[in-house]
DNA sequence: AGAATGACGCTGA
DNA sequence: TTCAGCGCCATTC
């Protein structure tokens, strides 16, 4: 794997980037998919080191309870993830929870990498 | 170097 | 179903 801390950014907001408009992908989903099972909570720091705004779909990636992650450190980028998947056609409640059985992305085979 | 932290996930109560 | 506890591991203090 990368040594680098700032390939791993890449390969995160790489695999994110492929997570289509309407669809949600987990954490875990995201490290499974770049062959780092088990590094979901990297992900997350992946994630938080994005700079904003940027084109990388990052608001379809939750956790796997099904809901939004609300942080303080996020500064409210949370809210924005809530407001831009409802604008998907995603329900989300007041909880910053969403139905994501349904929308749930199947991802590609991790071979593909 | 050692402890604390966190945009996670699974299990069990 | 909700919640606490634990395992996880890079980053930060």
Same mark, same amino acid.
């Given at each position: 794997m990368a040594g680098d801390p700032q390939l791993w950014d890449q390969r995160v907001w790489n695999a994110v980037a492929l997570v289509p408009?309407?669809? /949600? @992908?987990?954490?875990? $989903? &995201? @490290?499974e998919l &770049?062959? @780092? %099972?088990g590094r979901a909570r990297q992900v997350g720091w992946a994630l938080r080191r /994005?700079? /904003?705004?940027?084109? &990388?779909? %990052?608001?379809? =990636? =939750?956790? @796997?309870?099904?809901c939004i992650a609300m942080a303080?450190?996020?500064?409210g980028s949370d %809210? &924005? $993830?809530r407001q831009r998947l409802i604008a998907e056609g995603i329900p989300v409640d007041a909880e910053g929870r969403l139905p994501l059985c349904r929308f749930r992305w199947q991802a590609p085979a991790v071979s593909s990498f």
């Open positions: 408009r309407g669809r /949600l @992908a987990t954490y875990g $989903q &995201i @490290a &770049i062959g @780092a %099972w /994005l700079p /904003l705004p940027s084109e &990388i779909p %990052w608001h379809r =990636v =939750v956790n @796997a309870r099904g303080p450190s996020r500064e %809210w &924005i $993830q």
